[in-house]
Structures are given as C-alpha cells and as structure tokens.
C-alpha cells in the first residue's frame, strides 16, 4: 500500500467508559508518529443476517471501507462469558464474507484486554486469536497482553500506568509495527 500506514482500531466494548478502548487507545500511541488511526465504530452493526447483502447495509459499507484501508489492526476486547462479546463475533462475521471481499484477510494484528477480574481475558482471548485465525489474519503471537485488575491500571488522564503492561504493550505494537512493515513491502 502507497501513502502513510493507516492502522483500524476495534474494541469489542460499545462501553462509554470501556477499559478494553482506553486500553486500545494506549496501545496507539505506541505507533510511530507518521502513522494515521481510526477507531472503528462496530455499534451500528446490525445483526448479521445473508438476506440483508443483498443491499448491504449503509454500516456495514462503511466499516468495510475504512478496513481494506487499513494496514493492520489493533483490537482490545474484553471477555464475555469467557469469550468474546457478541458485538465483536457480530463485527467479524459481517467482515469474514466474500460479499465485501474479506477486508481483513492477510493482514497484521495486534490483540489486548484486560477485566477488572483476575483472569485479564485469558479465555476470551483464545477465543478471539481463533476467530482472527479463521479470518485468515496475521496476527502477532508474543507477547500476550491480558491484564487483570485493568480499573485501578488508569490515571485521571486515562494513561495507562501499570509498568509492566507498559512493556508489554510496548513490545507487542513494536512486533505488530514490524509485521505492518514488511507486508507493505511484500
Ligand atoms: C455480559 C458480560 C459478561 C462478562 N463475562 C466476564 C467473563 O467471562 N470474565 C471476566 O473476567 N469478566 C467478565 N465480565 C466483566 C467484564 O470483564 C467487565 O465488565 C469489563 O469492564 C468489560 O470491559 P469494558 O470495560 O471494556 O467494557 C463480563 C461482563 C459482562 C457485561
């Protein structure tokens, strides 16, 4: 791809107040500084339904634009009954058909989140590598990210402060930024 890396956000919580998006947000500012972001909004996704490609649906087109835009992805989730919410699995299937030319299919991810419980969506996150796997992403392996306690991990400015989440997350977008670079190269 030509012009500057443009990254897509996802976060799997519509949440005002989410601790997946703030984590996401962070996750960003690791990106070099040429590079572009676009948080995706999945909220007015309708249910996925084969009837509706037909005439695809205005929200749909639209998410589909800004994804075959984008170099890679970063998505944060939180875990939903020890998966992956509905919204996000939602988002995915409506991505994953032919019918819009699978927009996220061969390209870089990167995946975060975190719960305020202890378990920082270690089994909601297989989930979600499972689904990137059967869309056919490339996403980055090391290191996981998957905090706990992620409600006392903020300051008032939303900065994420835990040291070493911030090492991880710091490795984790070095890795994915590497992966971004060499398929735009490929
Ligand atoms: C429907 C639902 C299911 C949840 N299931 C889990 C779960 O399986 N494991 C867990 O650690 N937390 C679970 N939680 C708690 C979430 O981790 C918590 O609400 C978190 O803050 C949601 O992420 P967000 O802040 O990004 O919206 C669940 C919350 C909801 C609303």
Redesign the pocket.
Known sequence: MSGKPHIVGI?G?L?Q?????KLLLNAKEYLPEHYTFTLADISQLPHYNQDLEEDMPEAVLKLVELCKSADGFLISS?????SIPGVLKNAFDWLSRQAVGTPLALKPAAIMGG???G?G?S??QLHLREQLFALNLDTVNRPEVLVPQL?LKFDEEGQFTDEMGRKLLEQLMANFVQKVERNRQA
């Open positions: 976060s919580s949440r107040g989410s601790l997946n998006t939180p875990e939903y009954n020890w719960t305020p419980g378990f969506t089994r909601g409600h």
